[in-house]
């Protein structure tokens, strides 16, 4: 969570009883003094040997490639170039996914970095919706039935290549859906709080 920046501190559950009697003493909402008083109380936690931490210059070499096709490209060379089990699990685990998931994903997640919580909600309630309405792909249907009904662990993508998914057909996951039925979502307005915590929202 740190490494990935989800997360600003690590306060062990030992040390949280502590830090709540400390937040509940000081007289101020500056972040400064709040982040102080809470880097009093963590600590860099201890990641495990297989900790994909580890593996970041990897991470950030594939998959700060530009399309799902140049990350899987990538991560093939390193396969070739290295031993390491987790580059071959994780090509494997890609290549068995729906490529309509990875194409999606893959830019809900770049579109992320520069939007807030809010506008991040919207846009993955939206990307929800139309994955279970099913009009561009019904690979959502499909893996159902592959994992939690048939049990046969065999899905069939369709499409089955990420060759055959245009970029319109991306596009529309992200569209608000053309239906009265499937309203947008619509987040309560949060005014009461300070300038700098909106910014984030």
Request: proline share 4%; charged share 30%.
């Amino acid at each position: 969570m740190l490494a990935c920046g989800l997360a600003t501190h690590f306060v062990p559950a030992e040390r949280l009883s502590m830090l709540e009697e400390a937040l509940n003493k000081v007289d101020s909402s500056d972040p400064t003094v709040i982040s102080s008083i809470i880097s009093e109380f963590s600590q860099y936690p201890n990641l495990k040997e297989k900790s994909a931490y580890y593996r970041m210059d990897i991470i950030d070499r594939c998959f700060s490639q530009r399309t799902v096709e140049d990350v899987l490209s990538a991560l093939e060379i390193e396969a070739k170039n290295s031993k390491d089990d987790w580059i071959s699990t994780t090509l494997q685990s890609l290549k068995k996914a729906s490529p309509m998931s990875l194409k999606i994903s893959l830019r809900s997640i770049r579109e992320g970095r520069l939007q807030g919580v809010g506008q991040c909600l919207v846009r993955e309630y939206r990307m929800v919706c139309h994955v279970m309405r099913g009009e561009v792909s019904k690979d959502f249907i499909e893996g159902c039935r592959a994992i939690l009904l048939d049990k046969d662990r065999n899905p069939k993508w369709n499409p089955s290549k990420l060759e055959q998914i245009s970029n319109e057909m991306v596009d529309c996951y992200f569209s608000k859906v053309d239906d009265e039925e499937w309203e947008d979502l619509k987040l309560p307005p949060r005014s009461n709080l300070p300038a700098y915590a909106i910014a984030k929202l």
